[in-house]
């Protein structure tokens, strides 16, 4: 049975930090995905990384977002820095979706984060 787990959301100030986890069961993603979905916003692609680490990150978080996995535990993560209030958000992992596909595939319940003084 595929289950996405994600978790490690909360509410920090904007120049805080949060790590998120995701535990993936169920299958095996080559290509792994963060994606965010704000209120009232269509769900976007936050970050990507292949089984070989290799990352891709959006504008709107590079140089302040780590996505990270390991194998082993069948876990990612995503360490977020410098975060803003808009990256408030639900933060949702997956594998690697066209957009146009994001509404076909299977989602788990994700995490909110809240980046408010």
């Known amino acids: 049975q595929v289950q996405l787990v994600e978790s490690g959301g909360g509410l920090v100030q904007p120049g805080g930090s949060l790590r998120l986890s995701c535990v993936v069961s169920g299958f095996n993603i080559n290509r792994m995905a963060w994606y965010r979905q704000a209120p009232g916003k269509q769900r976007e692609l936050v970050a990507t990384?292949?089984?070989?680490?290799?990352?891709s990150y959006a504008d709107s978080v590079k140089g302040r977002f780590t996505i990270s996995r390991d194998n082993a535990k069948n876990t990612m993560y995503l360490q977020m820095n410098s975060l803003k209030p808009e990256d408030t958000a639900v933060y949702y992992c997956n594998q690697y979706i066209v957009p146009w596909a994001y509404g076909m595939n299977y989602w788990g319940k994700g995490t909110l984060v809240t980046v408010s003084s």
């Open positions: 990384i292949t089984d070989d680490g290799s990352a």
